[in-house]
């Protein structure tokens, strides 16, 4: 199978790499253009990176759909795969491959489409999430359903941990799935748009813990957040950002701070968190213990 892969972040890079070295042939690579970073440096994205190293040609599109159907007709792709692109596809462009696009999403579909699927489920308390490959359509992540792999989420999963096990199983799954179309085999049933749930683009102030929300909710959001934005709260003007974080019972109003076996802790509405590890913005991220030895002062305030 002739494939022209399209992605562009960290979560792209399993696949791509999976799609390499398969019997399949990756003809070239289509990726976002380079941005701004730090001290206005031009940053590739991961996949430009990754595929020059694999020696693939690479083509870098404002609008894919505006942009693309001129190269996408002349290398002729049996199939497009799409991993985390980031851009609508134009359905002229879908209907060039004669194999069609399949795509890799990082939930259990019709669950979670959208920007956000793997914060999501952590952020909803769910105990399974997983990768689904799927026929690209214009409507997003609504496409028929080809593969479904399942995968539990462990009380220790953040964001970051769950991110590497959903790419590195979407990848192996997409390989498989291609495989499937190759041979005549595949079998693509379409959503239950009644079943269907969507999640947004997740923005910093997300991570906000409030002293009205509960410990439960905190928790959550401290794994959901973990490694950006990364949850946190204000005291007295100033971020406190909570990397990790074990609920605990209460000793104090919402909103207070106590101690426990060393650590500070925050009382909320129906528990407490204990603060493992933490980082005052501008400074080093510390264990919340050694944190708390240089700031004995936090057990008299409050967040705001």
Known sequence: MRILFLGTPDFALPTLRALVRSKHEVLAVITQPDKEGNRRVLTPPPVKTEAEKLGLPVYQFASFKKEGVDLVKRLSPDMMVTAAFGQIISQELLDI??????????????????????????????????????????????????????????????????????????????????????????????QDESQA????????????????????SAIRKVRAMNPWPVAFFFVEGERLKVFS???????????????????????????????????????????????????SDLLNKEIE
């Open 97 to 190: 491959p004669p194999f069609g696009t399949l795509n890799v999403h990082g939930s259990l579909l019709p669950k979670y489409r959208g920007a956000s699927p793997i914060q999501s489920c952590l952020l909803n308390g769910d105990t399974k999430t997983g990768v689904t490959i799927m026929r690209t359509a214009l409507k997003v992540d609504s496409g028929d359903i080809l593969l479904k792999k399942e995968l539990p989420i462990l009380p220790s999963d953040t964001a970051g941990v769950l991110f590497d096990k959903i790419a590195e199983l979407g990848a192996a799954a997409l390989v498989e799935a291609v495989d499937l179309v190759e041979k005549g085999k595949a079998v693509f049933t379409p």
């Open 245 to 295: 974080a074990a609920q605990t019972e209460a000793k104090g109003a919402p909103g207070t701070f106590h101690s426990d076996q060393g650590f500070p802790c925050l009382n909320l509405a129906d528990g407490a968190i204990r603060l493992t590890e933490i980082q005052l913005e501008g400074k080093k991220r510390t264990l919340g213990k050694d944190f708390l030895l240089g700031h």
């Open 197 to 216: 749930t969507f999640c947004k683009m997740i923005a910093k102030s997300d991570g906000e813990i409030r002293k009205t929300e509960s410990a439960e």
